[in-house]
């Protein structure tokens, strides 16, 4: 059993539009991270959020975290053909330093 | 500035064989993992070491050894490869009190 559901688990989208990713649990974790991974490389992290409710955005990407510290979303305005690629979600525990990673989301976009 | 650097990056092996990932970081931090990845199954902590000389079994530890010698050092042991031991293998490093992983380009793996 998965500790982290993503959704959707692939999107393929045109350029320009608009999209959501999901990540959820039914714990709760001390920080969330999202990272993209490109095919043959390691993940990267994109950001981390450690408040519950915390909001963050990094260009065309909003990143928010649960209220209750068990989900996470990415939300990615007008996708460009670079943004393609495999969206993870990872959760800290309190008091650890080991992170549990969801499947991931698979986004491809379009021109 | 080379980050968490992993060889080989692919290779073959038999049932039976053994063989060594290796796994070196250059910045100095104390927590490093190993972590293998399937397709759709995300990736799976297999061990991590909090600082040298000492490890730890992750979530799928069965067939997998470690060290810790040196802070910039993390090689992953495979004793006797099974063809469920086929994956992707993934080093990653951390400072710690950091809620942040580096991870080196990835290992694979095949087992026939």
């Known amino acids: 059993t998965q500790l982290l559901e993503q959704s959707p688990q692939f999107l393929s989208i045109q350029e320009g539009e608009n999209l959501t990713v999901y990540c959820n649990s039914s714990?709760?974790?001390?920080?969330l991270q999202w990272y993209r991974q490109e095919p043959g490389e390691g993940p990267v992290l994109l950001v981390t959020?450690?408040?519950?409710?915390e909001v963050k955005k990094l260009k065309r990407l909003t990143f928010q975290f649960g209220d209750a510290r068990k989900d996470s979303s990415l939300h990615i305005t007008a996708a460009q053909p670079g943004d393609t690629g495999l969206y993870l979600c990872?959760?800290?525990?309190?008091?650890?330093?080991?992170?549990?990673f969801g499947p991931g989301t698979r986004l491809s976009v379009l021109p | 500035n080379a980050g968490v650097t992993q060889t080989p990056k692919f290779r073959i092996l038999k049932i039976g064989q053994s063989m060594t990932l290796q796994c070196t970081q250059d910045?100095?931090?104390?927590?490093m993992y190993w972590y293998r990845q399937d397709p759709g199954m995300g990736l799976k902590l297999i061990y991590y070491?909090?600082?040298?000389?000492?490890?730890d079994k992750g979530e799928v530890p069965n067939g997998y050894n470690v060290s810790r010698s040196t802070t910039e050092d993390f090689p992953l042991r495979l004793e006797l490869a099974a063809p469920s031991q086929t994956s992707v293998y993934f080093c990653?490093?951390?400072?710690?009190?950091?809620?942040?992983?580096?991870f080196g380009a990835g290992s694979r793996l095949t087992v026939l």
């Open positions: 990653a490093s951390g400072a710690s009190g950091a809620n942040v992983l580096t």
């Open positions: 070491s909090v600082g040298a000389g000492i490890t």
């Open positions: 910045m100095n931090h104390n927590y």
């Open positions: 990872a959760g800290a525990k309190f008091g650890g330093q080991n992170f549990v």
């Open positions: 959020v450690v408040t519950g409710g």
């Open positions: 714990s709760v974790f001390s920080s």
